[in-house]
């Protein structure tokens, strides 16, 4: 039976930019956000911040459940007047992100420190 992976890294609060960033590794799906949901809903419900950065440049797949948990954060930081970031996705997340139109009103700039320019 083949079980995903997905691990999550917090980096530490970081005052200067007013932000956290969230690494995402692995395979966002069911499995996998029930393996990390815990961490994951600690570190989002302690944000106050202005930049909420998830990094998922180690993200090999992501399903409609790791696109719905998402656009469910982009929600809560936008309505706390925050901006939320995506950075570092794989050319075949890209396209996933596209065709779905989440482009469009989800930030995507190139690195992490453009986010803090947004």
Known sequence: MFESQ???????YDTAHSSLV????GEFDKIGLT???DKLEVALSSFTGK????DIGDLNFINSEGIGYLIGVYTHVV??????CIVGAKAHVQDVF????LWN?????????????I
Do not use: M
Not at 51 to 54: D, H
Not at 79 to 84: A, E, R, T
């Open 6 to 12: 997905l691990n999550l890294v917090v980096d530490p």
């Open 22 to 25: 969230i690494h995402l590794q």
């Open 35 to 37: 393996s990390i949901r």
């Open 51 to 54: 930049y909420l950065v998830f």
């Open 79 to 84: 309505n706390i007047s925050g901006v939320f």
């Open 98 to 101: 596209e065709t779905l139109g």
């Open 105 to 117: 009103i989800i930030k995507h700039p190139a690195s992490i420190e453009a986010c803090y320019t």
